[in-house]
C-alpha cells in the first residue's frame, strides 16, 4: 500500500520545492499566521524516504498539516501576494524598480495560485489513497484477531434463528 503513496508524495515534493521552499516565498510571509516549524516538518516528511515507516494515523496527520498550510496560504497570503510581491499599481510607492525582478515577481504570481491548486488536489488524492487503501501491513489486524461478521438474516426466517459464526 504504502509504495501507492510514493508517486504521489514525489509530486507533492516537486510542488513544495520549486514553489514554496524558496527565499522569496518566506520574504512574503510576513504576518501570514503560519509557524516556520510547520513549514519544516512538511519539508521533512516530504523529503523522506521511509513513508513506509509511518502508521496511517501519521500518514493522515501529515496530510492535515499540509492541508492546514495551503488554507493558511489560501485565506492570508493569496489576496495580497500582489502588494507583497512589490507588483501591484496600487501601491505605487512599493513598486519594484528593476525590470527584470518586476518580471519575475509577475510570474510569481501569475503561477502560485496554479500550483496552489495543484498541491491541494495531489493532498486530497494523498488522503483519499489513505482512506481507500487502508494502513497497509503495518497496522492491520492478523486474521485469527479479527471478528467474526454477522450474517444478514434470510428472508422469512428470524435473525436468531440462523448460525450467526
Do not use: C
Not at 518566506?26 to 513513508?51: G, T, W
Not at 527584470?100 to 501569475?110: G, M, N, V
Not at 494502513?135 to 471478528?147: Q, R
Amino acid at each position: 500500500m504504502r509504495k501507492e503513496l510514493d508517486p504521489i508524495i514525489a509530486r507533492m515534493r516537486e510542488i513544495f520545492d520549486k514553489n514554496f521552499d524558496r527565499a522569496w516565498f518566506f520574504s512574503v510571509l510576513e504576518s501570514v499566521p503560519l509557524q516556520m516549524k510547520s513549514i519544516r516538518e512538511i519539508r521533512e516528511f516530504l523529503r523522506s524516504e521511509k513513508h513506509q515507516q509511518y502508521d496511517t494515523a501519521e500518514l493522515e496527520e501529515k496530510a492535515q498539516e499540509i492541508e492546514a498550510f495551503l488554507r493558511v496560504i489560501r485565506e492570508y497570503l493569496l489576496p495580497e501576494l500582489r502588494e507583497r510581491l512589490g507588483i501591484s499599481y496600487l501601491d505605487p510607492q512599493n513598486l519594484v524598480d528593476d525590470k527584470d525582478e518586476l518580471l519575475t515577481r509577475k510570474f510569481i504570481a501569475y503561477t502560485l495560485p496554479h500550483n496552489l491548486k495543484e498541491f491541494l488536489k495531489l493532498n486530497e488524492e494523498f488522503k483519499r489513497e489513505l482512506a481507500e487503501k487502508g494502513s497497509g501491513s503495518n497496522t492491520d489486524v492478523p486474521a485469527e484477531n479479527k471478528k467474526p461478521e454477522m450474517q444478514k438474516p434470510e428472508a422469512g426466517k428470524p435473525a436468531d434463528s440462523q448460525n450467526l459464526n
